[in-house]
């Protein structure tokens, strides 16, 4: 099942590869899962095309993930733990199937819980979720990490000792 964020169309009509950079929560496409990937629109990937064979299933209450993209023929998938450790690459290298996914047609929509042809299958819950122009540092991404690290999803509120 798909949990979508990410930019999208200005419509509800899917008419061209590239038109979004979403992420994909979910199973299939060659990977097994519950995994990580980018629904491109008219494809959800994990690579640059051939099934990317160092995927795991992640087994993990609560999920970071990232799909990123630049404005040239780059992309990068990341997920963690959002409860402890550090983010995972996933798969960072050159878009699938040129020319149909570069240069991306990202025309100014967004989609929160479905891909791009609004089919209602996408199940789960989605807590957090951020938007970023440009292309994010790694060391932006690990900060991002350790912040969520910080909000102790799952975890009771920490005791405050009054003194």
Known sequence: ?????????????????????????????????????????????H?????????????????????????????????GDAQAGLLHTAFDGPRPHPPFYNPMKKPGGLVLGMGGDTSSFGIGTFYEGAVIKGYS?????DALQANILAARYGVGPAEVTVV
């Open 47 to 79: 690579s640059a095309g051939d099934p990317n064979r160092s995927y795991r299933s992640i087994n993990a209450s609560f999920v970071t993930a990232m799909v990123k993209g630049d404005s040239g023929n780059h992309w990068s998938i990341k997920w």
């Open 1 to 45: 099942a798909e949990v979508g964020l990410g930019p999208n169309t200005t419509n509800n009509l899917s008419y061209a590869k590239g038109l979004m950079e979403s992420i994909f929560w979910g199973s299939g496409y060659g990977t097994g899962g519950p995994h990580v990937m980018a629904d491109l629109e008219m494809g959800v990937y």
């Open 137 to 141: 540092s790694n060391a932006a991404d």
